[in-house]
């Protein structure tokens, strides 16, 4: 029987309040972070494109850059090429178009992004990337996530998380919700972000 990555996660959200406890049981099992299944290249553009965008949106961006350039690495060539004043193209803002020119300067003058910053703390981590032009703290924190799994990335800027979060604690401020996750954070984002993509919210 395979190991439940997520058991003392889910042991000691639940022990917490019993509206975590709803949330995990509801969107239990959860899938366990694959931060190799795509590259920190791919990732980083894929998190550009979905800033402030439906993941409708986003996907469709996504794949138009994919089908007229050919890969990441040649919509990073685009990117950099590709004059600052230029108009925006296959659905992409010029800032986008210029977070991914700075996201693949970086990677290339720095070599590989994910044997460099392995083993930083969340805060070294989110740090590192926000100081790439284009990369707030949302974005950090979803390189943070899917990158690097680090455990404890409390995306309090994403819509999706709020919502479901907001929905389980009604009453409670954001820092008090912040508290109650400490330690887990990520799984518990990685919770609300399932019972969105699953159509669960009638269930908490």
């Not at 990555?5 to 022990?15: F, I, K, T, V």
């Not at 996907?59 to 990073?76: P, S």
């Not at 919502?163 to 996750?181: A, E, N, T």
Request: glycine fraction near 8%; include cysteine.
């Amino acid at each position: 029987m395979a190991t439940d990555p997520w058991r003392q996660a889910r042991r000691e959200l639940g022990a917490r309040h019993p509206q975590l406890r709803r949330l995990v049981d509801v969107v239990h099992p959860l899938e366990p972070l694959d931060v190799t299944r795509r590259s920190l290249d791919e990732l980083a553009m894929s998190t550009v494109v979905s800033q402030l965008v439906s993941s409708a949106a986003a996907a469709t961006i996504k794949r138009n850059l994919l089908a007229a350039h050919g890969g990441v690495d040649q919509v990073f060539d685009w990117a950099l090429t590709t004059p600052d004043d230029a108009p925006p193209q296959f659905g992409l803002s010029r800032s986008k178009r210029k977070a991914i020119a700075a996201w693949a300067a970086h990677s290339r003058s720095q070599g590989d992004l994910r044997h460099r910053w392995a083993g930083l703390g969340a805060d070294e981590l989110l740090a590192e990337v926000t100081a790439i032009r284009g990369f707030g703290r949302w974005s950090a924190e979803m390189v943070a996530i899917f990158g690097f799994g680090h455990p404890d990335i409390w995306p309090e800027g994403d819509a999706g998380v709020q919502r479901v979060i907001r929905r389980l604690l009604p009453r409670m401020k954001p820092p008090g919700r912040r508290r109650l996750v400490a330690g887990h954070s990520t799984y518990a984002a990685l919770c609300c972000w399932a019972v969105i993509d699953r159509g669960l919210e009638a269930e908490l």
